[in-house]
C-alpha cells in the first residue's frame, strides 16, 4: 500500500508514481464522512476523530480506512465510480443522488400497523421507535387511537448523499492485493502469519492453523475466496490450504513405537 | 473397509486374508457392549438393537460400528490390546479390572457440601442427584441435615468393566484409513465429496466449500489432521485444502468487464 507513510510521499514528490492515480478495477484504500444533504447527518464514517466531535462515536465500531475495489460495490457504484482518477492523499466531495443511493421515497411503503401487533412484540407504540413487521424494518412516524403510520422506507430513501472521501492509498501487486483481502476479513490475525502465491489461474492462500480458534473462521475464508477472485481477475480458482505439522509428542509416540519394533 | 459385506466374506472364505487380522497399529470397525462386572449395567454400547431392548436406546446417539486405532487410546488401552490377532466377524468377551478402566475408587474424593451451595446453583439436595462443585461433578450419596454427602469419584471407579466386543471390519489402504478418519469427524459429510492423497511425506485432504457451512468444521479439521497424523505413520504433515472455483456470476462480470475495456 502506498501513500499512507510520509516518508514515502516525500521519496516520491519529484515524479508522480503510477500507481498514486486510481484505476478502473483498482484496489483502493479509503477515508470518507458520508452526510444526508438536507440535514448535514452523518449515516457513515471511518474517521475516528470526526466520530468523537460530532458525538457519535462507537466503540465497537473499527474506525479505520476502508478497503475498496472499484467497479465492485464495496462502497456505492456512484461513489467508486468518482474515486478513479483521484491520487493518493487527494480528498474529494461527492454528491449522489436518492437514485444512485437508497432510491427514492415510496409512499406505498408507509403502512398503518394495528398497536396491539407491536405490543404482542413487546414494542412500545410511539413516534420514532423502531419496528419490525414481517421482516421488514420500519420507523413510526405518527400514533393514532388503535393504530401507528409506519414508514418501511430506508431511512436514506429519497435523500441525496455528500460524501467527504480521501484516498488514502492503493494496493498494486497482485500479492499486496491478496494480503490487503485477507486482513479486511481476518483483521485479527497478524500479516506475517499468512502467505499468498499465484500459480497459474490459482491463487493459494496458507493460513495458519491458529486461525481454526478466530470464531466464524470458515465463513471468511468464503469471503477471503470470492474477494481474491474480484480482484485478480485472471484467478481461476483459489485454494485455501491449512497445513498441520506432526505435533512433538506424536513425534515421541512414532519413535518409541519404532523402538519397540525394533526390539521385537 | 473388509467384511463388512456377506459377499467378500464369502468370495475369500477359502483363504484367510492377511487384512482380516487386526494388526498392531491397525485401524478397525468394532461393536461393543459396555457392563459393569457387579451389577451387569450397561454404560456404553454402539448397538442400536440392544440399545432398545435394553431400554436405554437415546436418539441423540448414533449407533454404529466405532473406528478405532489400535494402540491410539480411542478406547481403554487393555481393550485395545485384547483386538489385536482378531479376526473380522470375531467376537470376544474382555474384562478389564478397575486398575485399567477408572482406577480405584477413592475415599478422600467423597466430601461434605453444605445444602446452601448447592441450592444456591439451583439443585435440590436428593440422593442419586449429579452436581458439579468447583468444575468436579459428583453425586450426591447420602443427605444428613444441612449438609450431604457428595461421591466426586468417577461412576466406574473401582469397578471392573466387562466388554463383548466384535470386530466389523479393518481398514488396510492408506488412503481408506485417512477417509474413514475425515468421516468420524464429518459424518454428515458424503464420502464422494472429499479426496485424500500421499505425496512424499505430505497428505491432502481436500474438502468441498460446502464444508464450510457445517458448524465447527474447523474444530473438526483439526481433529482430522491429529488422527490422520497418528493412523498414517510416515507422515510429517497434513494439509486441508478447500477449492473455490471462480463463481458463474464473476465469470460473467469478468467478461463484461474485458468486453468494456476492448471497446475502449
Do not use: C, H
Amino acid at each position: 500500500m502506498s501513500g499512507m507513510s510520509d516518508k514515502e510521499d516525500e521519496k516520491k514528490s519529484t515524479k508522480k508514481d503510477e500507481a498514486e492515480i486510481v484505476e478502473e478495477n483498482g484496489l483502493v484504500y479509503v477515508d470518507y464522512v458520508g452526510r444526508t444533504k438536507e440535514d448535514g447527518e452523518i449515516f457513515d464514517l471511518t474517521l475516528e476523530d470526526v466520530a468523537k466531535e460530532e458525538g457519535i462515536y462507537n466503540d465497537e465500531e473499527s474506525y479505520k480506512p476502508m478497503l475498496v475495489a472499484i467497479g465492485k460495490n464495496w462502497l456505492l457504484p456512484a461513489l467508486e465510480e468518482e474515486l478513479v482518477g483521484m491520487e493518493v492523499g487527494e480528498s474529494k466531495t461527492v454528491e449522489v443522488p436518492p437514485e444512485d443511493a437508497a432510491g427514492p421515497r415510496d409512499p406505498d411503503k408507509i403502512k398503518l400497523v394495528s398497536k396491539r401487533q407491536l405490543q404482542k412484540q413487546g414494542v412500545s407504540p410511539r413516534k420514532g421507535a423502531r419496528v419490525e413487521v414481517g421482516r421488514q424494518k420500519g420507523i413510526i412516524t405518527n400514533v393514532l387511537g388503535r393504530r401507528v403510520r409506519v414508514d418501511f422506507n430506508s431511512p436514506l430513501a429519497g435523500k441525496t448523499l455528500v460524501f467527504d472521501v480521501t484516498v488514502k492509498g492503493i494496493v498494486s501487486g497482485e500479492i499486496d492485493k491478496i494480503n490487503a483481502v485477507i486482513k479486511r476479513r481476518i483483521p485479527g490475525l497478524p500479516e506475517d502469519k499468512y502467505d499468498a502465491r499465484i500459480e497459474g489461474g490459482t491463487v493459494f492462500i496458507e493460513l495458519p492453523k491458529e486461525s481454526r480458534y478466530i470464531e466464524n473462521v470458515q465463513y471468511a475464508e468464503i469471503g477471503i475466496a470470492r474477494d481474491t477472485l474480484k480482484v485478480i481477475e485472471e484467478a481461476e480458482e483459489v485454494k485455501i490450504v491449512i497445513t498441520y505439522e506432526r505435533p512433538e509428542e506424536l513425534k515421541e509416540e512414532k519413535e518409541t513405537q519404532e523402538d519397540e519394533e525394533n526390539e521385537e
